[in-house]
Nanobody
């Protein structure tokens, strides 16, 4: 069982930045592809970014390309989401997810483990 704990959320003004972290309990973390998803009130959970187990392959939703960067440090069992140029439409609960695959899927149902989420609120 992989336990995931997100941190780094908060309140930020439009145009600002935040870095989310997701720490994993699993010592074979490097065998897992990781993804970030978000869910705004009244909306479905949507894919934000994903990274393969080696960190060499990444994928992004069109809405965050050029603004968000996903990365991982396998030595620290941690995946990050650097979010720049935030706007109010980025307001949501952000979740990290893990699946034992080489490449990160872009759909939520393909992930096996989820964190509890961290709130990101962007004020205008």
């Amino acid at each position: 069982q992989v336990q995931l704990v997100e941190s780094g959320g908060g309140l930020v003004q439009a145009g600002g930045s935040l870095r989310l972290s997701c720490a994993a309990s699993e010592r074979t973390f490097s065998s897992y592809a990781m993804g970030w998803f978000r869910q705004a009130p009244g909306k479905e959970r949507e894919f934000v970014a994903g990274i393969g187990w080696s960190g060499g392959k990444t994928a992004y939703a069109d809405s965050v390309k050029g603004r968000f960067t996903i990365s991982r440090d396998n030595a620290k069992n941690t995946v990050y989401l650097q979010m720049n140029s935030l706007n109010p439409e980025d307001t949501a609960v952000y979740y990290c997810a893990a699946v034992r695959r080489v490449l990160a899927p872009t759909t939520a149902q393909n992930y096996d483990y989820w964190g509890q989420g961290t709130q990101v609120t962007v004020s205008s």
